[in-house]
């Protein structure tokens, strides 16, 4: 998956060892088109939704899963916040509702690994 | 919202939906006079006179996917409850400043929170933005800005689930060594 070993880090040179690093794997990384968006409006800020990006991102870490996860504005579905947008190679995207820190391991486990879509959690297609 | 680190993120939300590209975050801590002061300055399109005189009410928004903005009304509450004061200046076409001041012992003052989480957040926008950091608790300072990170990064993106984890383990470094001797 193009996942490589990471020393403690904390100074610049060490973001230097990194890219050279990541330059050995990024031709994996771009060929997985998982793409993962988390709304980051007041809406979504307010109903916990840069905590669920952070336990996604550990996620994705905990499994050695390559994705981006990228953050965008409201998109007018305010009362589902915090929403999560899963796109996988080329796919019409999956737009989850209400997802909670306490749903990001099914979330991640059911569609990213199993390939299953929570249907019960999903509000909006393509 | 339970943290200021929370409201500098949605005020930074602000900025990326106003085009901006260079947002400068600026926290000062200061134990001595008893304020917490935070500047979020912007080069987005900034606004128009008439509309930066409403732009605290929360009926007013630009957004067209809900009439009611509340992120700056709550953010100039938060502040405004802490015997502090929150100030908007806006130039067409140039920018907008925001600085919100805290009495920084006061009761209901929100701790500052995780700002890790919220650089993380920013940083993982769509957007392309360059971040300017600058805090300074008592006389400790810390800064970093992301056209440095970019340069040694090259083609890679901060967006990078390895460049991210990175700038977690540094922010927190330096953030344990900002808050040394006390201080949320």
């Not at chain 1, 019409?92 to 306490?102: H, L």
């Amino acid at each position: 998956m193009g996942v490589f070993r990471l020393p403690k880090i904390k100074s610049l040179e060490e973001l230097r060892k990194l890219r050279e690093e990541a330059i050995k794997s990024i031709r994996v990384r771009e060929s997985t088109s998982t793409k993962i968006t988390v709304g980051m409006g007041t809406c979504g800020i307010a109903a916990g939704a840069r905590e669920v990006m952070h336990a996604i991102l550990d996620e994705l870490e905990k499994r050695k899963i390559d994705a981006n996860v990228i953050t965008v504005g409201c998109i007018g579905l305010c009362a589902e916040e915090p929403l999560v947008t899963i796109e996988r190679g080329g796919q019409p995207g999956i737009t989850y509702g209400k997802i909670s820190i306490k749903k990001v391991t099914k979330l991640i486990e059911e569609h990213l690994i199993k390939g299953n879509i929570i249907d019960e959690w999903v509000i909006s297609r393509g | 919202m339970r943290e200021l680190s929370l409201h500098i993120l949605d005020a930074v939300q602000n900025s990326i939906e106003a085009d901006a590209n260079r947002i400068y975050i600026k926290i000062k801590e200061d134990f001595g006079r008893d304020k917490l002061i935070i500047e979020i300055e912007d080069n987005g399109k900034g606004m128009t006179t008439e509309f930066l005189k409403e732009v605290l009410d929360p009926f007013k928004t630009t957004r067209k996917t809900r009439h009611v903005g509340l992120g700056l009304p709550l953010f100039s509450a938060a502040a405004e409850n802490c015997n502090g004061d929150f100030k908007i200046t806006s130039k067409k076409d140039k920018g907008t400043k925001i600085t919100a001041t805290f009495q920084y012992s006061h009761i209901d003052r929100a701790p500052l929170g995780d700002m890790v989480g919220t650089i993380v957040a920013i940083l993982c926008s769509d957007k392309e933005i360059d971040l300017f950091y600058h805090h300074q608790v008592d006389n400790k300072k810390f800064e970093f800005n992301t056209q440095k990170l970019k340069k040694i990064l090259g083609n890679i993106s901060l967006a990078n689930i390895n460049a991210i984890k990175w700038l977690k383990s540094y922010l927190k470094y330096n953030f344990k060594k900002l808050y040394k001797n006390g201080g949320v």
